[in-house]
C-alpha cells in the first residue's frame, strides 16, 4: 500500500531523486517538495519530482508520513527539531553526509525545548545517508534510478524507537537501494576515508595543478578531481562536521604518501613496486 504522503525538505539531486521514484514506482499518493526559494521548487515541479511545492514548512509537513530532510548538513538538526514540532506522528530521517554531529545536535536542540517546557525530544528520528549522487546538484540533475543498487546507511541509536529501523529501511529498499546499519560514530569514520578525504584530496590536486598546464590535462586528471567542482559551501560544513574523523584519515594518508615521498626520494624501485602493488590490490577489490 503506498504512503499517502512523503514530504522532502530540500528537492534538489538527492531530495528529487527521492521524489521521482517515489512517482515513478507509485510508492506514494502525494509528494510535496518543501524549500525557501520558489524558483529552485518550480525546477523541482517541472521535473516531476514532486507534485506541489511550498515555502512553507508547516504546511508541507502536515498530514506526512515520512519526512526525508534533504538540506545542507548544517541545517538539519534545527530542520528535523521544526518538523517534529509539526508533525509528531512523522517518520523523519535525512541525507545527510555526516552523522554524529547531526543526531547530537537533534538531541540538543530537542532537548532545550524540554527545559523550555514545549515537547520531548523527537524519538521518531533516525539518521540516513545514501551513498550517492554528483558533484552537480539541483533538482535538474535528478534520477529515478539513482539510488537503485546503491548503498544507504542507516544509522539507529539506543534510543531509536522499536519498529524505527525496519520502517526506515523498507523505505529506502522500496526506491532500490540497499542498507547498511551503522552507529553515527561508526558511519563518520568510514566515510571521512571514503567519502571526505578523497573530496579532499581531489581539491588539494586540483588546486596544485598550474593553470598554464590545464591544456595539458587528460582524462586521468579529470577523473581524479572531478568532485572537487562541487558545491564549495556545502562541503565545508561537511568537513567541519567531521573535523576529527577526516584529520585521523588524512593522517593516514600522509603516512601511505611519505612512503611514496620516500621511495622515489631514494630511486628505490622495489619500494615504489610495492606500494603501488598494495594500492592496486585495494583498489581491484572493489571493481568497476
Known sequence: MPLKRVAIVGVGLIGGSVGLALRER???????????????????????????????????????????????????????????????????????????????????????????????????????????????????????????????????????????????????????????????EEHDRALAATSHLPHLIAAALAASTPEEWLRLAARGWGDTTRIAAADSQLWTQIFLQNRTAVLDALRRFEHRLSVFDEALADGDAAALATALQEAKRIRDAVGD
Open 26 to 184: 507509485r510508492l506514494a499518493e502525494d509528494v510535496v517538495g518543501i524549500g525557501r526559494r520558489s524558483v529552485s521548487l518550480e525546477k523541482a515541479k517541472r521535473r516531476g519530482a514532486v507534485d506541489w511545492t511550498t515555502t512553507n514548512l508547516v504546511e508541507g509537513v502536515t498530514d506526512a508520513e515520512v519526512v526525508i530532510v534533504c538540506t545542507p548538513v548544517a541545517a538539519i538538526a534545527d530542520t528535523v527539531a521544526a518538523v517534529a514540532n509539526t508533525a509528531p506522528r512523522a517518520t523523519i530521517t535525512d541525507a545527510g553526509s555526516t552523522k554524529a554531529e547531526i543526531c547530537r545536535e537533534v538531541r540538543r536542540v530537542m532537548s532545550a525545548e524540554v527545559v523550555g517546557g514545549t515537547r520531548p525530544p523527537a524519538p521518531r528520528f533516525i539518521g540516513s545517508h545514501p551513498l550517492a549522487g554528483d558533484h552537480r546538484t539541483g533538482p535538474e540533475y535528478a534520477r529515478a534510478d539513482l539510488l537503485e543498487g546503491r548503498v544507504v546507511v542507516v544509522t539507529p541509536e539506543d534510543s531509536t524507537l522499536p519498529g524505527l529501523v525496519e520502517r526506515i529501511s523498507d523505505f529506502w529498499a522500496s526506491l532500490g537501494a540497499s542498507v547498511e546499519l551503522l552507529s553515527p
